[in-house]
């Protein structure tokens, strides 16, 4: 099969990209000829995606539609799969040249004018489908330009109604849990046009466990913005009655608030901010954990640490937000917590320390569950099912 991605970046550089690299890498193993149509290089493993890629087509160009067009014309492709792509020009142009679509939703960039779901003050997740809400009293019309100068940008609410209106055209809408689908059937896409296709990180090192030692070790990982809620997570800490030592992996725009929150906190002495570190570092980290902290308060699409975590039967704590509860299940391989509620995330982290008996049976019980539901051969196996389809509808 000849599979187009169109994705708005080539190489590395977060989740989604990773997510395309791994599928196309695995994909062209199975004899699937693999092209991709792009914007802007990240200048970070772009070796790789030029392997992965045998044929690659820039939408760096003044027109950006008719390069969408000749890279269709010339590539020839079965099945066009959108990883992400904001550009309404791209997406028009797919939609009417009648190629077979579909799309990975990864996030809330398609329905939410700001992109995450939920009120930067009062960090009230919403609930509603888009619409004149986002207006007023939301003000989504104005958000933050994370592009570099003016810090403000315009967001056209009639292009993002149109945006929904042409991704309701694609053949599959792929979503990564059930809340995330639950997102798209509240803005009024077909149920029988939306799967569920979670994307498994690959596999970790089945005989790393944690030594559960009395360091009483909590780790954070993960980007420190103001969604993440690690200001939250350190509010939390303060409350706890036991020993403790947190390690806070990540950088980001929150970092600095943060650590002075930290140290207001009397935390200094336990919090420790080390910054990001390579993936392989982290195994050091996992071999002396006893808990995961997951403190989004961020709807987040699935938080994909969660399962890597759990994959070295590490439990996690975490909030009741966005497609959270589709892994974490309270009391089998973690806890989930009521949503913002510090005491009680306090209270979990306390009993996981002092019972490492429970921590090590919640860990393992987490391990057979990604084992069982998040397996990655399933994952591509059932992609390569959802492209046929969609190939002959």
Request: proline share 5%.
């Amino acid at each position: 099969m000849k599979l187009l991605y169109v994705h708005e970046r080539f190489g590395a550089l977060a989740g989604a990209e990773a997510n395309a690299f791994i599928t196309a890498q695995e994909l062209g193993k199975r004899a699937h000829q693999l092209g991709i149509l792009h914007g802007s290089s990240t200048q970070k493993n772009e070796d790789g995606w030029r392997a992965a890629f045998s044929s690659r087509y820039s939408l760096e160009v003044p027109d950006p539609a008719a390069a969408t067009r000749a890279a269709l014309e010339e590539f020839q492709p079965d099945v066009v799969y959108v990883h992400k792509m904001a550009d309404l020009r791209v997406i028009q142009a797919l939609v009417d040249s009648g190629r077979p679509l579909a799309r990975m939703v990864h996030d809330h960039d398609i329905y939410c004018m700001r992109s995450y779901k939920y009120d930067y003050f009062t960090r009230q997740i919403c609930t509603r489908a888009a619409g004149p809400a986002c207006i007023f009293p939301c003000l989504a019309s104005v958000v933050k330009n994370n592009s570099g100068g003016f810090p403000l940008k315009w967001v056209s609410y009639s292009a993002k109604l149109r945006e929904i209106e042409l991704n309701k055209q694609f053949k599959r809408m792929v979503v990564v849990t059930n809340y995330m689908r639950d997102e798209l059937l509240r803005n009024g896409f077909d149920p029988g046009r939306i799967e569920i296709h979670a994307p498994v990180p690959r596999m970790g090192d089945p005989d790393l466990r944690s030594t559960f030692s009395d360091r009483n070790l909590i780790l954070y990982a993960g980007q420190i913005i103001r969604g993440k809620g690690v200001d939250v997570l350190l509010e939390a800490l303060a409350r706890l009655k036991s020993p403790f030592e947190c390690i806070i992996l990540g950088d980001g725009s929150h970092k600095a608030y943060c650590e002075e929150l930290s140290r207001k906190l009397g935390l200094s002495d336990r919090v420790h901010f080390k910054g990001f570190i390579p993936q392989e570092e982290l195994k050091a980290y996992y071999r002396e954990c006893s808990v995961v902290a997951l403190s989004s308060v961020w709807p987040e699409p699935i938080a994909t640490i969660g399962l890597e975590v759990m994959r070295y039967a590490l439990p996690v704590v975490g909030f009741d937000a966005g497609g959270i509860k589709d892994w974490l299940k309270d009391g089998e391989n973690g806890y989930l917590v009521p949503w913002m509620n510090r005491d009680v995330f306090a209270q979990r982290l306390d009993e996981l320390l002092q019972d490492k008996e429970k921590a090590k049976r919640l860990g393992e019980n987490g391990f057979e569950f990604v084992s069982k539901h998040y397996d990655f051969p399933s994952y591509i196996e059932d992609l390569e099912q959802m492209f046929d389809r969609v190939k002959h509808l």
